[in-house]
């Protein structure tokens, strides 16, 4: 019994029995751990010239010793777009729910026993503590201070640990993984590290630089819930193009769950996004070619250069692209030789002539992304837009971000006459929905605490809106 036994917990140095004992004891009950701090995003930054967003991220977590455990995550992108989900779980499935109600509505997402083993693996790279009891429990060697141990985790992957010269884990590795613990405190009964930071195939993904972590207790079991209100998803519509009248359309059914809008003339097509992938892309372009034969795809406009609204530009190298101020570089930076030949900046608006019906492009100085255009086909009254304001598939309508507001402002200040407005997430609206959703913003962003509660480490609301 040595170093390896003081790696998480136990300020003193008991015998070696004991100090088994104050490793786990504290732990037998399960834990709650709260964490905060920064998760990097690959393209999905306000600035096109930077390949990464700093996004702040949250994390609540309750871990019970049976399986049981309850998740609360919080990422909080460019212009206030919170992305906030609750996972409930236990060793035969889990149930998950979109908090906000704006990217899944009423969904009740499902995932099986196989899904569980590995989330829960996951989390537990995240609670030190508990990873080293795993070591202890599935590995009766025990390495010195400076040494490692390895030993498989609950989905059968390995994990390596090691430790510093201290006895203090410093690092854990599971496949393309690595996980380090710094700034181990020394004087708490509870040992926790300073700050984790997790990377993946030699890139940071989150720098967690809060974390606070204190036994479960039995009244804990009370947090073990989810919403009412939320139901499983409706079976997957196929892949379709929908008419939304006088020559515009809205491609439906994608796997990815994008949606694509188009607008059909006599002298070509105009798509609005190119989103998720090539395949999808082809998938769509087919699909458009069917509704519209014979007519080309002459413009794709995009609505600003976030990654997952442009992987699928190589199923369109026959077109021209239109992108807001800086995003051809954004574009290469992404697409390399795959991109189109014909990329143009749009920093004025602009109308495209189709022979019989002229569509206008508005840039949008938006505080999700820099480079931010909305397309409008007054024939049709039908604006397409992209991230600017969201409604669920399924589900109410839910309160805007502060795009919402943007977008609202940009209608009334160029006295667009919209009927319809399409997103490349979630159902058509109407002006009357985003007006609704933007009359609800509160006056300020209440996260609901996310990272904070579980360890009550200040005293806060759960409110979602």
Known sequence: MNAFLIAVLAASTPAPAERLDGLCAPLRQGVAIDLAGTSYRPE????????????????????????????????LYPGDIEFRYRTLGDRNGERTV??????????????????VARDLADLRMLAPGLLACDAIARNPGRPAAGGAASFKDGAG???TLAFDAAGDLASAKRDGDVYRYEGWNTDAALRLPATIIHSRDGRERERWT???????QAADTALLSLPDGYRPADPPPSLRATPLGD???RIDGAPSGYHTGFV?????????????DVDEAKAVRAVIEKAAPGRAITHVVISHVHGDHVAGLPAHADAEVLVGAGGVAALRRQLGDRLPARVREVTHAETLELGDRRIRVLPLASDHAAT??????????TLFQGDLFYIPE???????????????????????????????????????????????????????????????????????E
Not at 45 to 74: K, N
Not at 210 to 216: F, G, L, N, Y
């Open 264 to 276: 059909v003339g006599e002298k070509g097509i105009v798509l609005f996004d190119a989103p998720i």
């Open 157 to 159: 992957r390995e994990v």
């Open 210 to 216: 809060r974390v606070r972590a204190r036994p479960a």
């Open 44 to 75: 999905q930054a306000h600035a096109p010239d930077e390949p990464l967003a700093a996004v702040d991220a949250r994390q609540s977590m309750l871990l019970l010793p049976d399986g049981r455990f309850l998740l609360r995550t919080s990422n």
């Open 247 to 249: 020559g515009a359309y």
């Open 394 to 464: 399924r589900g109410a309508v839910p309160v805007a971000f502060s795009t919402g507001r943007e977008l609202a402002t940009l209608i009334d200040s160029n006295g667009l006459d919209v009927r319809t407005i399409v997103g490349v997430h979630g159902r058509s609206g109407t002006p009357a929905d985003l007006r609704g959703a933007v009359a609800r913003i509160p006056a300020r962003n209440d996260r609901g605490c996310v990272g904070e509660q579980m360890t009550g480490a200040v005293a806060c609301s759960t409110a979602t």
């Open 98 to 115: 979109d908090e906000l109600g704006w990217r899944d509505g009423d969904v009740l997402q499902q995932d099986d026993a196989a899904t």
């Open 372 to 381: 931010m255009l909305v397309g409008f086909d007054p024939a049709s009254g």
